[in-house]
């Protein structure tokens, strides 16, 4: 696990837009796995303003991500398929036929998982970002989810429920479950750039980096992929 600690928010998602473009620019049809949170809203700021230079161009890239709240749809503004579109898709030249998220407001939330599972079998992202929860869980897979574990219908935890509320007007909004892609799904992407700021994090990224293996806490997970980043800020790295 190759971890870069930078001065702020801004120098990590710098960083992370950079390492990104230079897997697009070596293969223009890459396939992108996102994340959504406020950690990556920088990086795709970065994503886009390279984008608008010139510098590189997404129009053969693909992507899938991480995972969606239930019950939202797809223009719903706290879904992430919304925030996907406002904070990356609409700024950049991909096409968006060619971005993938589950689908919160599928009737059959099996048949939805069963789907995305099918799909994430033929798409290995090059690059998989990820988000850290405080509680230490990547993407919606909350602690003591399997290893082995793929993308499957979440109930979130409290603590998830509280901080995820900054986003709604009231705690009583956020959604109560989620669609994740598994942490064998997550495991499967062929490299992984993980962005983490604020001191709310350290502990978790302490435990990610340097503590014991366990379910207890998803991301320790990573330390068994050969090719993870980890991208974060001095706050967040203050327990390193
Ligand atoms: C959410 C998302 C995760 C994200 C995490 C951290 O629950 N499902 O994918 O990584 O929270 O979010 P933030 O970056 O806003 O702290």
């Given at each position: ?80 398929a919304y925030f ?114 604020g001191k709310n ?25 050969p090719f993870v ?12």
């Amino acid at each position: 696990m190759k971890v870069i600690i930078t001065e702020n928010y801004d120098e990590m998602s710098q960083k992370a837009a950079e390492l990104i473009i230079d897997i697009v620019k070596k293969n223009p049809s890459a396939i992108l796995g996102l994340a959504t949170g406020s950690s990556p809203i920088g990086t795709y700021k970065n994503m886009a303003k390279a984008y608008e230079n010139g510098e590189v161009s997404f129009k053969n890239v693909s992507s899938v991500n991480l995972d969606e709240y239930v019950g939202l749809t797809a223009d719903h503004d706290q879904s992430y398929a919304y925030f996907m579109k406002t904070n990356l898709f609409d700024h950049i030249d991909i096409d968006q036929k060619n971005t993938n998220l589950p689908s919160g407001s599928a009737p059959d939330c099996q048949k939805e998982c069963d789907r995305y599972n099918a799909l994430l079998d033929e798409m290995k992202p090059d690059v998989q970002v990820l988000g850290l929860g405080s509680n230490g869980h990547i993407g919606f897979n909350e602690p003591n989810t399997p290893f082995d574990s793929v993308t499957h219908l979440v109930d979130l935890t409290e603590s998830t429920i509280k901080d995820n509320s900054r986003l709604f007007n009231s705690i009583d909004e956020v959604p109560r479950q989620a669609l994740s892609m598994g942490i064998k799904n997550i495991m499967q992407a062929k490299s992984i750039l993980m962005v983490v700021s604020g001191k709310n994090k350290a502990e978790a990224v302490k435990g990610m980096v340097k503590g014991e293996i366990t379910p207890a806490l998803p991301a320790s997970v990573l330390q068994l992929h050969p090719f993870v980043t980890v991208i974060c800020d001095k706050d967040a790295a203050s327990l390193l």
